[in-house]
Structures are given as C-alpha cells and as structure tokens.
C-alpha cells in the first residue's frame, strides 16, 4: 500500500479576493503534493477557506449580505483561482460545513473533559482583522503590530483553554523533535515565546453568533482561532472516518506564513496535546511576499491578482517565478521586472530553447525518431547530479534549490550541445555520432522534464508529448523514472511552438 502523505495550506479568510500571498503558500503546496505523488505516496493534499468569527460577521454587514452568503461568494474565489493555477488539491475544506462542526465540537469535548477549558472573564485588547487578541506590551504605540491600526478593548465572559499548563510539554517536544518548527530561525522564535511564559487564552465569544457553538454550553460559539485550525483534524477525517483519521494523522508538512507561527506551533500543539492526539510533523512557516518592501494589504492597495499574471505570463510562468526567485522561507519581495528577467533566462531561454533546439535536429538529422541512446554518455554524471540534489533540495522545501539542480542539468545540455556540434556531424553524414549526442540531450530532457513537472506542469506535459510517450507524465513514478537510459529508441518525435515565447518588459 502506498505511504499516505498529508500536506496542508492554512485555510484563508473570506474577506477578501485571493491575491499572489495567497498563491505563493498554495503553489507551494501543490509542488510539494505533486513531487510526493510522482514518489507513488497517497497524497493528501488540502486547503479550504476559514468562514466564522467577527471579521467575517463585519464584513457581511457591510456588503449588505448574510454571512453565509458572504462565504459562499468569496470561498468561491478561491477555488476559481486555483482551478487558474493548476493547483491538485484533495481537498477544500469550509469551515461552515457540517462536517467540520462534528469535528470541532467532538474536538472541544475531548478537551473540556480533560479539564483543560474552564469559564472565566476576558479583558484585554482585541485586533478584528487577525481575530487575535494581544497584551499591551505587543502593542506598537497602541495599534496591531500586524495590521497597524487600532485594536478594541474587550470585556467579555469567555471559556479559556489553560494554555499555559503545556509550556514545559511544549518545550520538552520540541527538543525531542529539533525538525518539527522550520526554518530554524522560526523554531528559535517559538521556543522563545513559549519560555518567556505561557497565558491561558480565551477560546469562546458571548459576542457573536457566527461559528460553531460548544457542545456544553450553546450560549458561547468557539473563537475563530480555535475552530479554524481543527480544519486539519476534520479533513484526515475527526469525528467521520475513523479509518481515514488513523490514516492520514497526523499531518506530515503544514505550510503556514509566518504571522500565524504562534497558532500553530504553540496554539495548535498544545489544544491536540490536550484533546489526546498527535502533532504535526513538521511545521513549515515562510516569510511574507513583500511588494515594494511592503507586506500586501487592502489599506496598502498593494494587492495583486494571480490572474493579473496569469494573463501575461501563463499558468506555469506564474508558478515557476515564485517558486524559483528566491528561497522558501524568508521574505522575498516581488517586482514585475524581474519576473520577465527569470521568464526569458530561465524558461525561454533555457528550458523552451533546448527542447525546441533538441527537437528540431532531432526530428531533422533522425527522422523525427529517437535514437539508440548510450549507456554511459557523457551527460549522465550531470543527470545523476542533478536527480540527487533536486531530491534532497525538496526533502527541506528548497523549491529555488530543487530547480536550479534541474536548470544546472539542462545548461549542462546546452554546453554538450554546443561542444558537440551536431549540425556539423550530421553535415558530414557522421550520422552515428550525431545521433548518439542527440540521443543523450533528448535523454536529460526526460529527465529535466520529469523533475520541472511539479512546478511547470503544463509545460512539461506537452514537452512529455514531443518524446513520444503516450502515457501522462504523471503516471511516472520516482526513482527508477529518473534512472538514465529510459527514453524508448523509436519514439516518435513531434516538433511544435516554442514552450515558453519570450516577453518584453512593458514599461
């Protein structure tokens, strides 16, 4: 039976359109899931939309609309947007489905019975946009260090969840588990947080309507916080499927932004220690995608559309910029020009321009038939290179890493083709030869294709096409596909457009 794997985006606030912040965990995500199933893995692959709390609530008034309606039209676009990136989900969980209501409140259950959730009063300052609350002394000049506008004082009757009787479990776990908080500068962050003391936090509103109410006491529903990240529980299949649960729990990568670290890694592990359940693997939090130096906002109107980009760049354009421009996890700022600089260097240049240029000769000087390959040709120590490093590059969430071992292979290609000179030996009718150096190119071409097919899916699929393989690339299954010598002599070629036109930068 195929190893299950289960990787997760947080799920996203309907208050808003999806913009490229969103798409950049997403995308993620999705390589990552893609990478896993071309290992044979049962991947579970999930994201979704978070639904309750009061930033919803408000929003809604707003628009002049319900709630629900408010989610259903924003969930909405969402998915519309990663059905325009491609993105292989498993998954999209709402947080208003009955299903996750079950969940949630079998959850709360668990941990009320373990006497970790008792009543008390809430006073303190409240930030709506990040449905948190904060002590004065995170407070910059009294506003939301976050959003950096006010935040409101509140006083309320609340259910609280004694956090702070896990902090010395928390700690213990952690250094029994260094890998379980990534990157390490983020692990640091976190275990200094839960050392500078631990605070019981409130986890019901008296306030609100709009959420899941507990199982004990229907006149509170649960804090936002509290119910979103059961999301993950409910999708492995808490309080449905006690076999998918078994399964797929805990979670092997949780793929978070950065601003959500302390809900994760210590929110999050302390509620599962408590309901009795395992913890995440691995807790991945990336930097923010900055635009201009500045974090994306609505009141920065610095907010773009994937399928601004989209337009311009296709589908896999837009996937590869964000996963090769620079590394996952910390911040990286994004500029138009440079992503037509990498566009025209990396994937037309390069990628789009080697595989046309393969496949023209080949198709001219071999009669549009792959030829007998060799064993040991002289591309094979750089094939085997690049399959070594882009594994390990991915085993740590290095997509930039893992592509530049895939480009390092394919400029490799480009210099035996320039060494070899195959032209010439197809004008002096060496015809052995030239079919051997082409052989090898049209070789580390099914290689590069296979390894790029989690970040440049379309591409890769129509370029799997040209080789002659009648299958989906998809079906391949690593490692013994990225073993060299694979390409059938025979296989019908096919020339075709240029994978990846070049741009020009529009001023």
């Known amino acids: 039976m195929a190893k299950p794997f289960f990787v997760t985006t947080p799920i996203y606030y309907v208050t808003d359109a999806p913009h490229i912040g969103h798409a950049y965990t997403t995308v993620a995500a999705d390589v990552l899931a893609r990478w896993r199933r071309l290992h044979g893995d049962d991947v579970k692959f999930l994201t979704g939309t978070d639904e309750h709390g009061l930033k919803i609530q408000r929003a809604a008034e707003q628009h002049g609309v319900t709630p629900n309606e408010w989610a259903d039209t924003t969930s909405q676009r969402y998915r519309d947007t990663w059905a325009l990136l ?25 941990i009320y019975n373990a006497g970790d959730i008792e009543l008390g009063t809430y006073e303190g300052e409240y930030c709506v946009p990040c449905e948190a609350y904060y002590n004065a002394d995170e407070l910059e000049a009294g506003n939301c260090p976050i959003h950096l506008r006010a935040v409101d004082h509140v006083v309320e009757e609340n259910y609280f969840f004694r956090l702070s009787r896990y902090q010395q479990r928390l700690l213990d776990y952690y250094a029994a588990h260094p890998h379980a908080i990534e990157p390490e500068s983020k692990r640091n962050e976190v275990l200094g947080f839960i050392r500078g ?7 019901s509103r008296t306030s609100i309507t709009w959420g899941v109410p507990l199982p004990w006491d229907e006149g509170h529903v649960t804090y936002v916080w509290f119910d979103a990240l059961i999301n993950y529980c409910t999708a492995a299949g808490l309080g449905a499927d006690d076999e998918s649960f078994a399964r797929f729990w805990p979670a092997d990568v ?74 996952f996890g910390p911040d990286g700022d994004f500029s138009y020009e440079s992503m037509v600089t990498r566009y025209n260097s990396d994937l037309a240049n390069n990628f789009g321009n080697l595989a046309n240029r393969v496949l023209n000769m080949a198709t001219n000087y071999c009669d549009a038939l792959v030829p007998l390959g060799r064993a040991n040709g002289p591309l094979v120590a750089a094939s085997e290179a690049a399959v070594r490093n882009a594994n390990s590059c991915m085993e740590s969430l290095d997509f930039s890493g893992a592509l530049s071992a895939t480009w390092d292979l394919m400029s490799a290609t480009n210099a035996y083709v320039e060494a070899s000179e195959p032209w010439k030996l197809h004008k002096r009718s060496e015809t052995e030869a030239c079919a051997a150096v082409l052989g090898d190119c049209l070789e580390t071409l099914r290689i590069a294709t296979l390894l790029a097919q989690a970040v440049i899916p379309d591409a890769t699929s129509e370029l799997w096409r040209r080789l002659g393989f009648g299958d989906h690339i998809s079906a391949q299954r690593f490692p013994d596909a990225l073993v060299w010598g694979q390409l059938p002599a025979g296989n019908v070629l096919t020339k075709g457009d240029p994978l990846f036109p070049r741009k020009d930068v529009v001023a």
């Open 86 to 110: 491609g993105i292989s989900y498993d998954d999209f969980i709402r947080t208003t489905e009955p299903r996750h209501r079950i969940a949630v409140q079998e959850f709360l259950q668990r």
């Open 197 to 203: 003391g631990l605070r019981d936090f409130s986890m």
């Open 254 to 327: 949780q793929l978070i932004g950065k601003d959500i670290l302390r809900f994760h890694a210590v929110f999050w592990p302390a509620m599962l220690m408590a309901a009795g359940l395992e913890l995440p693997r691995k807790i991945f939090a990336h930097g923010w995608l900055l635009v201009g130096g500045e974090k994306m906002s609505k009141t920065s109107l610095n907010q773009i559309a994937p399928e601004a980009l989209v337009e311009e760049f296709g589908v896999d354009g837009f996937r590869y910029h964000f996963m090769a421009d620079q590394r």
